[in-house]
C-alpha cells in the first residue's frame, strides 16, 4: 500500500512506449495496488503505470463517485478493438495539475484487455460516457500520448498551460483528427465534465 509520486509533465518518460507485461508477477501486483492508491489519494478517475514511472501497459480505472458506487477495473496489455463516434470532453490530468482543455474523443470504444489475474476480458463504453473517455486518455498514456495531443485549440490549451506554469503543447505531437473535429461540429453543445 504506497501512494507513489505522479510524474509531471515534461518528465521525457511520459512520452515513451510502454512495454507489455508477460508475467503478471508479485511486483506487477503490487504496481497495481501502488495505481490503485495514488489514484484514490490524488481523487483521479485513471492512472497509468508510466505517470508513476513505470513505463508498462497497465492502467486503473475507477469511475465510481464514492465509495459505494466504487468500479475499479484493471487493465493490462489493453487493445481498442473498435472506436466509434465523436466527442469534445474536457479533460485534465494528474500528470498536469488543474490544467483543464478541450480536446476531441471516441464516443464509444470496445476495449480487450487482461485482467489482475491475467484472464482476458472486452469491455465495451458508450455515449462518450467518462469511461469511455477515461479509457482512451489511460490508453494513451502508454504510447507517450498526452491529453493535449488530442486538443481542439492549440492555442487555447497553451494559454491554460501557460496559466499553470506549464511549457506549452509541442507542433509534433498534435493529432490530426480532422474527422473527429467535423463531427464534433455538427454535435449540439454539452455540459462540459472533467476528466482527471
Ligand atoms: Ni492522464
Redesign the pocket.
Known amino acids: 500500500m504506497t501512494v507513489r509520486k505522479v510524474v509531471k509533465y515534461g518528465t521525457p518518460s511520459l512520452r515513451e512506449k510502454s512495454k507489455e507485461v508477460h508475467k503478471i508477477s508479485k511486483k506487477v501486483q503490487i504496481l497495481i495496488d501502488d495505481l490503485y492508491d495514488t489514484m484514490y489519494a490524488t481523487n483521479g478517475v485513471g492512472l497509468?503505470a508510466p505517470?508513476i514511472g513505470e513505463n508498462l501497459r497497465i492502467f486503473v480505472i475507477d469511475t465510481g463517485i464514492d465509495a459505494k458506487s466504487m468500479n475499479p477495473i484493471t487493465f493490462i496489455n489493453p487493445k481498442i478493438i473498435k472506436k466509434e463516434g465523436a466527442v469534445n470532453s474536457y479533460e485534465g490530468?494528474?500528470?498536469f495539475p488543474e490544467a483543464y482543455s478541450n480536446v476531441r474523443r471516441y464516443s464509444y470504444v470496445k476495449v480487450k484487455a487482461l485482467d489482475i489475474k491475467g484472464r482476458p476480458f472486452i469491455i465495451e463504453a458508450k455515449d462518450g460516457s467518462l469511461l469511455a473517455r477515461a479509457i482512451q486518455?489511460?490508453f494513451d498514456?502508454l504510447d507517450g500520448v498526452l491529453?493535449i495531443d488530442h486538443c481542439r485549440n492549440r492555442f487555447e490549451t497553451d494559454k491554460i498551460l501557460a496559466d499553470k506554469g506549464l511549457s506549452p503543447t509541442d507542433p509534433n505531437y498534435l493529432l490530426d483528427e480532422k474527422e473527429l473535429e467535423e463531427e464534433i461540429q455538427k454535435l449540439p453543445p454539452v455540459e462540459e465534465k472533467k476528466v482527471d
Open positions: 497509468a505517470q490530468c494528474l500528470s486518455h489511460e498514456h491529453f
